[in-house]
Nanobody
């Protein structure tokens, strides 16, 4: 059974940076696509970024050029480096893993951008 555990969330000032981590266990990490999603209260969960390998990444337009997704297959971990954070980035961030039609989700980590 795949398990995903996010960490690195917290409170940061506008313009600051934060790096989220998602630890994968329970299966072969390199065979799974990974992604980050976020959900603010009262809003739909939305895609932030996805990665299948270092050469294939995808970003939401709202985070393009500010966020970077990466993965370390040796550590079974996916990261989301967030720079130039804005208050509208405030949300619960979720790690997602999938292979074919089977999806797994982490518990989420809160990111709050406020002065």
């Amino acid at each position: 059974q795949v398990q995903l555990v996010e960490s690195g969330g917290g409170l940061v000032q506008p313009g600051g940076s934060l790096r989220l981590s998602c630890a994968f266990s329970g299966s072969i990490f390199s065979s799974y696509a990974m992604g980050w999603y976020r959900q603010a209260p009262g809003k739909e969960r939305e895609l932030v970024a996805t990665i299948r390998n270092s050469a294939y990444t995808n970003y939401a337009g709202s985070v393009l050029d500010r966020f970077t997704i990466s993965r370390d297959n040796a550590k079974n971990t996916v990261y989301l480096q967030m720079n130039s954070l804005k208050p509208e980035d405030t949300a619960v961030y979720y790690c997602k893993s999938w292979r074919g039609g089977l999806d797994y989700w982490g518990q989420g980590t809160q990111v709050t951008v406020s002065s």
